[in-house]
Each structure stands twice: as structure tokens, then as C-alpha cells.
């Protein structure tokens, strides 16, 4: 995902032009500070709805503010400014609910980093490829780009969520420690040259089809960007501390209505996913799939790239389990899922056929997962 391609920020009313930032954006990171502080989570059942709605909301000021601050500094560092605060806010989500004694929780990560796949290269692309092709009947795009994007994700879904079911140093579909630390090396080192290559050497592979620029916003002023980036700090304080506090509860709520704990991971790759989820919508109602797709694809290899490793360090340091590997059922899917993104992206045009392929794969995707 690049800051370029990521929404712009919105017009902002005569009430938000002091530093243009939109009110909501600033006011769910303070409710989220003070709802901590208050310890809002354990105020029974209403201060937990209370809780779950500003720890969402936060989330989507803090993923709106490191769009400001990305879409500020410029390429190549804007994506990683984008890419490491959501990282930072699924990683949180994510341990919270491993350190939580409700139940087991060594799969969650797996499990929403493979939600996060199954959302991004089904839903996402799914319901962007629809609603251009309804649109405009037939939509373009760079296939070169798209290429390096399904080469590096096909390689990283492989190797963290696939290979672990097949050493032999660990039991269980999971990597011995060595194991680990390699393959969170290696997942940094292709995410990091798959930004190099997207931002600096290759800029052209993942623009519109015929090399121009595509026209986005002025950047923000000085003084917006930098509120933006003190507002984003707070905000990931809050979700990290709100996730703490809500982590018990959600995993309780989810298992005593007889549901997978893989739901649990269903809704954190949700929840983060939903900024880029919308701005990639817009984009190809606009007639701009190259930008749907750089977000789309970027979200994913960011989901893993990032977040595994993340997760892997902390598992180590704190001695937590982490199972990656998935089972026979989410095989089945993650191979289906890629062969058919390769087929539907692989001449660099699309149609509503593609969209719905994919959109019946995520549905089949939701179902089997609340009905295993």
C-alpha cells in the first residue's frame, strides 16, 4: 500500500479548517484515552458496547491520520509510515487476546492474518472488480505491477502459513524458534524489497496503464500533518491499552455464543482493513482499478510482512505460543483464493465474472468459518 494511492484526505467543513482534520478523527482518540483511564471496559455490559465502539472508531482516526502524515512525507517513506501504524494496531489487537486467559489463543494470529488475505484478495478485490465492471463494463490495469504484487504474496503465504505444517523440528503446525526468527527475517526482506521496488525502482510497474500519474490532493499543510501525527500517537496508545482491557471480554463473548475463536480474527483483520477496504471501493467506482488494486494487494503483503514478524518477536520474548500453520479447510481456500486472483488478474483487464468468482469465494470463506 502506498501513501499515493491511499484515500486523500476528505474536504473538511468550516468547522474543521483549523488544522483540517475532520472532528470525529480527533475526538475518538481523546474518548479512547479517557475510557482508559476510566477503566470503561469493566463498567459492565454497557461501558464494554461503550468501549468496543471508541476502540473502533479509534482505529479508523489512527489509520486516517497516518494517511494524512503519509500522503505528507511522500514516497518512499510515506508508505511505511502507513504501513507500520496499522501494523502497530493489528499487532496490539492481536497479543492482547493471546495474553488473555479466555481460552486458547495461539492460532489468533494465523487466523487473521489469513482472514486478511481471504478479505483483501476475495472481498476486496471481489466487490472492486463488480462494482467497476457493472460500471464500466471492462476495466484496465498495469499487469506488471499486479504481477510482483501476487509473486511476493504467493511466496509469503507459503512460507508462514503453509511450510509450518510440514517441518519436523516443532509439533503441530507450528516453527521451531530458529524456524521462526528465519522466516520473520524473510518476510521482512520481501516485504521490504517489494516497497522498494513499488516506490522507487519500478514506480512505473503500478501506474495506470499507459505511465501517467494519477492527480490526488495537495499535500497537507505542515501544521495539519503534524497534528495528525501527535493525534495518531494517541490514538495507538488508546488502542493498544482499549484492546488490553476489551481482550478477555470479546474472547468470552465469542466462545459462549459457541462460536470458532477464528471469528476473533475474522473481525480484527475487518476492523483494520476497513479504511483501505473503502477507499479501494471508490477507486473502482471511479474507474481507477490501479489504484484498487495497489491498495488491495499492498494491504496483504503489509498484513504479513509486518504482522508476523511482529507477533513472532513477541511470542518469543514472552514465551506465548504461536501456531501459523493452517489447516486442510484453509488450504483448500488459500490455494483456491490464489489461483483464481492469477486467472482473474492475469491479462490485465477485468469484467464482473472475476468479481463474482471471488465474492462466492469469501462467502464460502465467512460460512465455513461460523460453521466449521
Given at each position: 500500500?502506498?501513501?499515493?494511492d491511499?484515500?486523500?484526505?476528505?474536504?473538511?467543513?468550516?468547522?474543521?479548517?483549523?488544522?483540517?482534520?475532520?472532528?470525529?478523527?480527533?475526538?475518538?482518540?481523546?474518548?479512547?484515552v479517557?475510557?482508559?483511564?476510566?477503566?470503561l471496559?469493566k463498567?459492565?455490559?454497557?461501558?464494554?458496547?461503550?468501549?468496543?465502539?471508541?476502540?473502533?472508531g479509534?482505529?479508523?482516526?489512527?489509520?486516517?491520520?497516518?494517511?494524512?502524515?503519509?500522503?505528507?512525507?511522500?514516497?518512499?517513506?510515506?508508505?511505511l509510515?502507513?504501513?507500520?501504524?496499522v501494523?502497530?494496531?493489528e499487532?496490539?489487537?492481536?497479543?492482547?487476546?493471546?495474553?488473555?486467559?479466555?481460552?486458547?489463543?495461539?492460532?489468533?494470529?494465523r487466523d487473521?492474518?489469513?482472514?486478511?488475505?481471504?478479505?483483501?484478495?476475495?472481498g476486496?478485490?471481489?466487490?472492486?472488480?463488480?462494482?467497476g465492471?457493472?460500471?464500466?463494463?471492462?476495466?484496465?490495469?498495469?499487469?506488471?505491477?499486479?504481477?510482483?504484487?501476487?509473486?511476493v504474496?504467493?511466496?509469503?503465504?507459503?512460507?508462514?502459513?503453509?511450510?509450518?505444517?510440514?517441518?519436523?523440528?516443532?509439533?503441530?503446525?507450528?516453527y521451531a524458534?530458529?524456524?521462526?526468527?528465519?522466516?520473520a527475517?524473510?518476510?521482512?526482506?520481501?516485504?521490504?524489497?517489494?516497497?522498494?521496488v513499488?516506490?522507487?525502482?519500478h514506480r512505473?510497474?503500478?501506474?495506470?496503464?499507459?505511465g501517467?500519474?494519477?492527480?490526488h490532493a495537495?499535500?497537507?499543510?505542515?501544521?495539519t500533518?503534524?497534528?495528525?501525527?501527535?493525534?495518531?500517537?494517541?490514538?495507538?496508545?488508546?488502542?493498544v491499552?482499549?484492546?488490553?482491557?476489551?481482550?478477555a471480554?470479546?474472547?468470552?463473548?465469542v466462545l459462549?455464543?459457541?462460536?470458532?475463536?477464528?471469528?476473533?480474527?475474522?473481525?480484527?483483520?475487518?476492523?483494520?482493513?476497513?479504511?483501505?477496504?473503502?477507499?479501494?471501493?471508490?477507486?473502482a467506482?471511479?474507474?481507477?482499478?490501479?489504484?484498487?488494486?495497489?491498495?488491495?494487494?499492498?494491504s496483504?503483503l503489509?498484513?504479513?510482512?509486518?504482522?508476523?514478524?511482529?507477533?513472532?518477536?513477541?511470542?518469543?520474548?514472552?514465551?506465548l505460543?504461536?501456531?501459523?500453520?493452517?489447516?486442510?479447510?484453509?488450504?483448500t481456500?488459500?490455494?483456491?483464493?490464489?489461483?483464481?486472483i492469477t486467472?482473474?488478474?492475469?491479462?490485465g483487464?477485468?469484467?464482473?465474472?472475476?468479481?463474482?468468482?471471488?465474492?462466492?469465494?469469501?462467502?464460502v470463506?465467512?460460512?465455513?468459518t461460523?460453521?466449521?
Amino acid at each position: 500500500m502506498t501513501a499515493d494511492d491511499s484515500t486523500t484526505p476528505p474536504e473538511t467543513s468550516p468547522a474543521d479548517r483549523g488544522i483540517g482534520l475532520p472532528w470525529w478523527t480527533l475526538a475518538f482518540p481523546v474518548l479512547g484515552v479517557v475510557a482508559v483511564l476510566v477503566n470503561l471496559a469493566k463498567l459492565g455490559t454497557l461501558g464494554t458496547i461503550a468501549a468496543a465502539v471508541i476502540l473502533i472508531g479509534s482505529v479508523l482516526a489512527a489509520v486516517h491520520h497516518a494517511e494524512v502524515v503519509a500522503h505528507k512525507v511522500g514516497e518512499p517513506f510515506g508508505t511505511l509510515v502507513l504501513a507500520v501504524a496499522v501494523t502497530v494496531i493489528e499487532v496490539s489487537l492481536i497479543v492482547s487476546l493471546m495474553l488473555s486467559d479466555a481460552g486458547d489463543a495461539s492460532t489468533l494470529a494465523r487466523d487473521t492474518v489469513f482472514a486478511a488475505i481471504m478479505i483483501i484478495v476475495n472481498g476486496i478485490v471481489g466487490l472492486c472488480l463488480l462494482s467497476g465492471g457493472v460500471r464500466f463494463r471492462e476495466q484496465r490495469f498495469t499487469l506488471r505491477g499486479v504481477s510482483a504484487s501476487l509473486n511476493v504474496l504467493v511466496a509469503m503465504s507459503v512460507l508462514t502459513l503453509v511450510l509450518p505444517n510440514f517441518v519436523e523440528s516443532a509439533p503441530g503446525p507450528a516453527y521451531a524458534p530458529s524456524q521462526l526468527v528465519f522466516v520473520a527475517i524473510v518476510s521482512l526482506i520481501l516485504y521490504g524489497t517489494f516497497v522498494l521496488v513499488q516506490t522507487v525502482r519500478h514506480r512505473s510497474y503500478f501506474l495506470p496503464e499507459g505511465g501517467a500519474e494519477e492527480e490526488h490532493a495537495d499535500p497537507p499543510a505542515t501544521r495539519t500533518a503534524w497534528a495528525a501525527f501527535g493525534v495518531l500517537l494517541v490514538a495507538l496508545v488508546g488502542v493498544v491499552l482499549l484492546a488490553k482491557g476489551l481482550a478477555a471480554t470479546v474472547e468470552k463473548a465469542v466462545l459462549g455464543a459457541g462460536l470458532p475463536l477464528a471469528v476473533v480474527g475474522v473481525v480484527i483483520a475487518g476492523v483494520v482493513l476497513a479504511p483501505e477496504s473503502l477507499a479501494a471501493w471508490r477507486a473502482a467506482r471511479r474507474n481507477r482499478l490501479q489504484t484498487s488494486l495497489n491498495l488491495a494487494l499492498g494491504s496483504a503483503l503489509a498484513s504479513i510482512g509486518l504482522t508476523i514478524p511482529s507477533v513472532a518477536v513477541v511470542s518469543l520474548v514472552l514465551g506465548l505460543p504461536l501456531a501459523l500453520g493452517i489447516g486442510a479447510k484453509g488450504l483448500t481456500l488459500l490455494v483456491l483464493s490464489l489461483f483464481s486472483i492469477t486467472l482473474s488478474l492475469g491479462t490485465g483487464r477485468t469484467t464482473i465474472l472475476g468479481g463474482v468468482v471471488h465474492l462466492v469465494i469469501f462467502a464460502v470463506y465467512l460460512f465455513v468459518t461460523v460453521v466449521p
